[in-house]
């Protein structure tokens, strides 16, 4: 079992930040990976950005240049710097953690991120 808290989420303008961060506990692997998700309202959920234990990093198109993800040491948390934000950044965003040895994804409640024009 593994459980995922997050925070940073709320109100800002266009051109704007704002910072999540999620932190994972209980039975963590060694070999995986943390992001970020983010669902808006009719479309379905999408990848913003993941990270690999060791560093790697992906990022959605649309976020590339404007959002930084990244990881504490030890790696149980995970960060997602996010800069000029646009309107269509609005959306619940949800942390995930994947064991990559167990194949199992797991996610975080969600977090609301609101730009307003």
């Known amino acids: 079992q593994v459980q995922l808290v997050e925070s940073g989420g709320g109100l800002v303008q266009a051109g704007g930040s704002l910072t999540l961060s999620c932190t994972a506990s209980g039975s963590i692997s060694g070999y995986n990976t943390m992001g970020w998700y983010r669902q808006a309202p009719g479309k379905e959920r999408q990848l913003v950005a993941a990270?690999?234990?060791?560093?790697?990093?992906n990022y959605a198109d649309s976020v590339k240049g404007r959002f930084t993800i990244s990881r504490e040491y030890g790696d149980s948390t995970v960060h997602l710097q996010m800069n000029a934000l646009k309107p269509e950044d609005t959306a619940v965003y949800y942390c995930?953690?994947?064991?990559?040895?167990?194949?199992?994804?797991?996610w975080g409640q969600g977090t609301q991120v609101t730009v307003s024009s």
């Open positions: 995930n953690y994947r064991s990559l040895r167990e194949a199992t994804d797991y």
């Open positions: 990270s690999f234990t060791g560093g790697n990093r």
